[in-house]
């Protein structure tokens, strides 16, 4: 990975690569997440957790799923709450834009049906729209 090279990190959303340093005889990325200021030392034997800005066409497929989520239609969904808010969670930490997409659209899905959302469901469609919005304005210039 090379340096100004912005990249997705799970959890915490879009970051650019600053530096390339070496301490303590190992090379480390140096990582300036966007959102939040926060600075990260990534090994670079551990890149493979970060992953390239989306696609455009991954970009078209999540703009859809954000714009429409009435089109979207999940295949099993847990009934019980703390299952539900797991699942949500895991797809938040993969670091799949789809899947961050796809949180948002069901509890949008489930908002529009007049469901009352969790206190964790709302965060989690907060964490969700963060972590994909600024990258899709990046990806979109």
């Not at 990534?42 to 989520?69: D, G, I, W, Y």
């Amino acid at each position: 990975m090379i340096t100004n090279t912005y990249i997705s990190y799970p959890g915490h959303g879009l970051g650019r690569i600053e530096k390339i340093e070496t301490k303590f005889g190992q090379e480390f990325m140096s990582i300036h997440i966007l959102d939040s200021g926060l600075k990260i030392f990534l090994p670079k034997s551990s890149a493979h957790l970060v992953r390239p800005l989306m696609s455009p066409e991954t970009a078209a497929q999540v703009r859809n799923l954000m714009a429409f989520p009435n089109g979207f239609q999940t295949k099993h969904t847990p009934r019980n709450g703390k299952r539900r808010l797991d699942l949500y969670i895991t797809k938040i930490k993969s670091n799949d834009a789809i899947k961050i997409a796809e949180v948002v659209a069901e509890l949008n899905n489930r908002k529009h049906d007049g469901e009352q959302l969790s206190f964790g469901e709302r965060k989690c469609i907060e964490a969700a729209k963060s972590l994909l919005l600024t990258e899709l304005k990046l990806v979109g210039k």
